[in-house]
């Protein structure tokens, strides 16, 4: 068969750009189709997710000015999408259709009424909010991160449903910033799924800060009056109506592939993902996906692994493939101080070692750093078995951990234990120090 291309990727984010430029300059034949290539090119990580939220939060460390903050975060995502489109159009040269598509046949899809063909197809779409069927949501002008990203006021009374990494980077940020600011979570801790101790030390911490967090207790139902916003919860302790200016609901995202017409390829979803195999391939053996779409976890760098492995596998014959296994990922919410995580939670290694667990805390005020760059309230945790040196899971939260739980990402892909990291020599004084007494104080619980 003759086909336009080798390979069409839908989709230009994390995913599906990196696989597509690779084996363009590798000689295949590729397109990339995105939906929006004026305002989304380049996907949700660098126009409306990881860029613009970090820009946004950092800035506001420096600076009260929301305006200052607001033209941060515009400067370099129009920079960074600006470079990435022009990367792709002008340097690779690689061609970029305009348009949302849809699905004719397994090897043909649909763009503003133009028919492509390919040998392979990459599903790379993303994901897009989840909207909670809460009474009345629908009705309401409510808005979702995307919208929060375009906001250049700051609210007087931000409302927040969902209390994961999302919604609480939200509320700092707009608290920082002067707002009253409301979260309501459903489950019975922020940071559904991380370790409870370290969320609850969160929590306390932001609700010191004058941050409101209601939780165990899912929302019931949503008014809107004069542009005004209502949340009521209808019993428990927390039972209330409470009111603010801008309700944002982020509440989990939810894989793109309503709009994809999926049935006129043979495609199965498990669920709202696209259902893949060990190889990423569909239920088409040449149609992949990759990135959110597959479902969770929905991270950048979970995505770009994906793609990563695609295009080496696409590379070689099918019996030399690698299959896809989850690595060790770390988890990071840019709460300040940051919290980052990876490996178990002390709940999932009870569940599954019971007794044999062994955990060692060390509090960031313990250490010069620390004191240095103000962080008295972090605390790092590990989480080990008796008698083992395996890093079973580290959670810490405090300054710059996002990069430093790299240190323990290498040390867990590569099976070394707390000893190797207790063993270095560490430069001083920095933060990395922590590392080193958590470290420490484990090799000496563990008895490894
Ligand atoms: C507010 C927010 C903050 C985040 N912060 C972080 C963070 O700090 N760290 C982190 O690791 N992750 C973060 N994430 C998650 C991260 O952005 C995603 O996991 C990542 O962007 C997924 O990449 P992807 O390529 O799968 O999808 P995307 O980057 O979403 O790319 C999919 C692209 O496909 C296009 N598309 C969709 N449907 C079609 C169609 N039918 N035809 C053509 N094009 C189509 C879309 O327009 C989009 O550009 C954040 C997400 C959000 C929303």
New binding site residues.
Partial sequence: MNYDYDLIS????????RVAVALFRAGWKVAI????VEK???????????????ALIEKSHLTDDFKEIVEHKSRIVDRIRGGTLKHVTERVKMPV?S????FVDEHT?E?AGKKYTADKIVI??????FIPPIKGLNEVNYI???E??EMDTVPRDLLVIGGG??GL??AQLYHSQGANVTVFEGMPQILPGEDTEMANMIEEYLIKKGIKIFKNKFVDEIKEENNSFSVILDDGDNRGEYTGDVLLV?TG?IP?TI??KLENAGIELDRAAVKVNDFMQSSKENIYA????IGN????????Y??GLLLNNLKKDKKDWQKLKLPTVPR???VQPEFAATGMTEEQAREKYGDDVVIHKFYNKWLGKSMIVNDWDGMLKAVGLKGSDEILGVHLWGERTGSLIQMFVLAMENNLGWTHLANMVYGHPVLAEGIYSLASGMKGKTNA
Wanted: charged letters at 15%; aromatic letters at 8%.
């Fill in positions: 839908i989709g230009s984010g994390s995913a599906g750009r189709v995105e939906k929006d989304h090119f380049g996907g949700t990580c660098i126009c409306s997710g990881c860029i613009p939220t970090k259709i348009g949302a598509a849809y899809i763009v790379a779409t993303g994901s897009r909010s979702t991160s995307k929060m990203l990494r999302i980077e939200f982020a995202r793109n709009d994809l990759i990135g959110d779409v976890p929905m991270f950048t760098n979970w995505a770009s994906q793609s990071i919410c840019f």
